[in-house]
């Protein structure tokens, strides 16, 4: 699989499954926009980058603040003259039961997760249709399918990014543009707080950043 002269954004690239899509897509020649809230995730991420001999650019801007995706998106057109493929991977948790989960809770779940992934397709959408080429890839989760205790939230905003996806890979078939949504588990600094640490182990994220580096 060969991804040279594309130019992909990673969101959420700091750790987990962003950093390996990250790896898997930088080993296939591509590009790079890595974007985190976390500067120190990022930097650690770059050292696992060096490797692949690509063009990376690090962006650490918070995507839930008004104009930052907009913003990170033209830094990508800036430095490399387009964007073919955008992975929506950025998340957080806020667990809580139903009983106890705040309206701060479910609401910056939402903004996160799901208008984040608005935002920056939405950047990016014009781009894309312009050149009639693109790949978005949306990191939903297993839990938005069965539902997970103390993740009414989550879930909620992970079987929402399914629909988001559902409508886009209908509008963008015409122009090429191919929209598609990940359900994966994966033993991640996020997860770990919600899973028994020999899960944590076994489920790395390595194995969920093939199928992305197929979908991009």
């Known amino acids: ?11 959420g690239a700091g750790q987990g499954i962003g950093r390996s899509t990250a790896q898997r897509l930088a080993r296939a020649g591509a590009n790079l926009i890595i974007q985190d809230i976390d500067a120190d995730a990022l930097s650690e991420t770059m050292l696992h980058l060096k490797a692949f001999n690509v063009d990376v650019l ?32 950025a998340g957080i948790l806020r667990d809580a039961s139903f009983m106890k989960m705040s309206e701060l809770d479910w609401d910056l779940i939402m903004k996160v997760h799901l208008k984040g992934a608005f935002s920056v397709t939405k950047a990016a959408w014009n781009i894309m249709r312009e050149k009639n080429y693109g790949r978005v890839v949306n990191t939903g989760s297993n839990a938005g399918i069965f539902g ?21 890979a209908k509008e963008g078939e015409k122009r090429n543009i191919r929209t598609n949504c990940i359900a994966p588990i994966a033993g ?22 093939p199928i992305v580096g197929f979908l991009a």
Do not use: H
């Open 148 to 168: 997970s205790f103390g993740q009414a939230n989550y879930s909620t905003a992970k079987l929402g990014l399914w629909g988001f996806t559902q409508s886009l």
């Open 58 to 89: 690090t962006l650490t801007g918070d995507l839930t603040e008004a104009d930052v995706p907009e913003q990170v998106v033209q830094d990508c057109v800036k430095a490399f003259g387009g964007l073919d493929i955008v992975i929506n991977n």
């Open 188 to 209: 991640t600094r996020m997860t770990a707080t919600v899973m028994p640490a020999e899960v944590v182990e076994a489920l790395k994220p390595e194995y969920v950043a």
């Open 1 to 11: 699989m060969s991804l040279i002269s594309k130019t992909a954004l990673v969101t």
